[in-house]
């Protein structure tokens, strides 16, 4: 599973398999090991997600690798796990949506000079996201 090709092949597909459920695909990481290799599929919905959406997001990917090779080889060597749950309250703000999604929550953003903010999302517009912190805005 090293070549960056296949992984983001594979993870395009993900995703669509994940809209499919009405689902957001926040994230998904990949680690290959000699004993197994295991899936993590993060995902999300406005309303939350619970434990049934999950599990069917879950078993349409492994319907999908159980059934599917790349390039004649199967996606995974050996065993594989998959792994599907909701981001928690320590997800990642990913997307310009996603920060509109979040406006009026707290939030914790780090800068590209590695400088923490911490403060109430007060709004995202083309690409600019505005920072309500205890010392003004």
């Known amino acids: 599973m090293a070549d960056r090709d296949k992984v983001n092949r594979l993870k395009e ?3 669509g398999i994940v809209e499919t459920h009405g689902c957001e695909c926040v994230g998904i990481d990949i680690s290959v090991s000699a004993h197994a290799s295991v899936l993590r599929i993060f995902i999300d919905t406005p309303e939350g997600v619970g434990h049934s959406e999950c599990a069917a997001v879950s078993k ?3 319907e999908y690798i ?3 090779e790349e390039g ?3 996606w995974f060597p050996g065993r594989y796990l998959v792994e599907v749950s909701s ?3 320590e997800r990642p703000l990913l997307s310009e949506e996603n920060y509109r999604r979040f406006a009026g929550r707290r939030a914790s953003l780090v800068l590209n000079d590695g400088k923490k903010l911490e403060g109430v999302i ?3 517009i083309d ?3 505005s920072l309500e912190t205890d010392g003004g805005a």
């Open 127 to 129: 690409g600019l996201v």
């Open 72 to 74: 004649g080889a199967a």
């Open 13 to 15: 597909t993900l995703r």
């Open 87 to 89: 981001p928690g309250l």
């Open 122 to 124: 007060a709004s995202c």
């Open 60 to 62: 349409t990917v492994t």
């Open 66 to 68: 159980d059934g599917c």
